[in-house]
Nanobody
Framework: VQLQASGGGLVQAGGSLRLSCTAS????????VGWFRQAPGTGREFVTA????????YYADSVKGRFTISRDNAKNTVYLQMNSLKPEDTAVYYC?????????????????WGQGTLVTVSS
């Protein structure tokens, strides 16, 4: 499985962005897709995750109500809609894929990572 993330950019506080994560290869072997972010000088932080088959979703408390994860199975793409963005959302955002049954909030559950896409929120 390979992942390609896109959609980052510069936005003002209160604005919106949509990130995309497109998967190729044997995607059924990695049915859980998550987004993580990493700000300078910090560790990788869980943002949200979704399972391909059951459509279960998981959110970090810091983004609940502002971010929405969704997927389009036909396009092998997972989306992250980010609304009401805050300066503290500034980070490099990574999508990752994991086998079924592992803990979706834990980075070590994921063994396939896409390249990051930078999101910058100005105040």
């Amino acid at each position: 499985v390979q992942l390609q993330a896109s959609g980052g950019g510069l936005v003002q506080a209160g604005g919106s962005l949509r990130l995309s994560c497109t998967a190729s290869g044997r995607t059924f072997t990695r049915p859980t897709v998550g987004w993580f972010r990493q700000a300078p000088g910090t560790g990788r932080e869980f943002v949200t995750a979704i399972t391909w088959a059951s459509d279960s979703t998981y959110y970090a408390d810091s983004v609940k109500g502002r971010f929405t994860i969704s997927r389009d199975n036909a396009k092998n793409t997972v989306y992250l809609q980010m609304n009401s963005l805050k300066p503290e959302d500034t980070a490099v955002y990574y999508c990752a894929a994991a086998p079924q049954g592992l803990l979706p909030r834990i980075p070590s559950s994921y063994d396939v990572w896409g390249q990051g896409t930078l999101v910058t929120v100005s105040s």
